[in-house]
């Protein structure tokens, strides 16, 4: 007998946060509820312990995974560099985690959305590079936020970004060109293998990414589309195409007719 109103599980790898004098899991609320209201599913917290995972029994469980955005920036070891401004913060334990489990969700078919650093992880994993300081390079904007200015002035939108015609995003939201916001330093310099441009920004940098070839879902963005998802065509189409694929990846537990 089939279960309704069964949810698909999406997997949500967590940052490690430092939190007093000890180390925490932890994944930013906004990231859990655009899973659960948008995307309809049930979203599912995984430490950053690659090493204590069995990944094939995580993936295998899995409808759908998240990449979140996160303050830490992917370390530069994974794309050939050297840390240029030892002042941020990284996230190895998270690096370790996310990089290990990118291409094989792909191979797999499990449905992966990606975001801000996530979109970042996902062009690393498939060979890419990036631009550690997207201010700093003399022919990009720069794409951080005013870190003085209050929440809802730092995710409210502050570019367009214009979509690749007949991309998969293109098709998703229905629109050439949307609005934006934009909270990040590093962005993509060099597009990884396998990875079709689904959006750039005016001043030409990468904002969003496709898998070419993929099983399922699998797009990447650097800005927040869960940021107010409901309130949001746009960024509501990209949780609802997303959690269409989880579903559509749930049934392969379901008993046949």
């Known amino acids: ?37 948008a995307a309809e599913a049930t979203p599912l917290l995984v430490p950053a312990v690659s090493d204590y995972l069995d990944i094939e029994n ?11 955005g996160s303050v830490s920036n992917v370390h530069p070891s994974h794309f050939g560099q050297k840390v240029l401004d030892p002042s941020l913060p990284l996230d190895p334990a998270r690096d370790a985690l996310t990089l290990k489990i990118i291409q094989h969700a792909v191979q797999i078919g499990v449905p992966l959305l990606a975001i801000c650093r996530g979109f970042q992880e996902m062009n690393v994993a498939f060979g ?11 022919h990009l904007n720069d794409h951080r936020e005013d870190k003085n200015a209050d929440i809802e002035t730092q995710y409210a939108p502050i570019h367009p970004v214009h979509l690749t015609q007949g991309g998969m995003l293109a098709k998703i939201t229905q629109v050439s060109s949307m609005q934006v916001n934009s909270l990040h330093g590093q962005g993509v310099d060099q597009l990884g293998l396998g990875l079709t441009a689904e959006a750039t920004a005016p001043d030409g940098l990468i904002e969003a990414i496709s898998v070419n070839h993929a099983k399922t879902f699998a797009l990447g963005v650097q800005w927040h589309p869960e940021w107010k998802v409901m309130e949001n065509p746009q960024y509501l189409a990209i949780f609802k195409a997303f959690g269409v694929a989880c579903k559509l990846r749930m049934r392969r537990h379901e008993p046949p007719d």
């Open 1 to 37: 007998m089939k279960t309704k109103h069964k949810k698909p599980v999406v997997l949500l790898p967590a940052d490690v946060k430092q939190l007093g004098m000890h180390p925490f899991h932890a994944v930013g609320q906004k990231y859990i509820l655009a899973v659960a209201d």
């Open 58 to 68: 995580l993936l295998d469980m899995a409808d759908g995974i998240v990449l979140t």
């Open 128 to 138: 890419g590079s990036l631009h550690q300081a997207v201010q700093a390079t003399g």
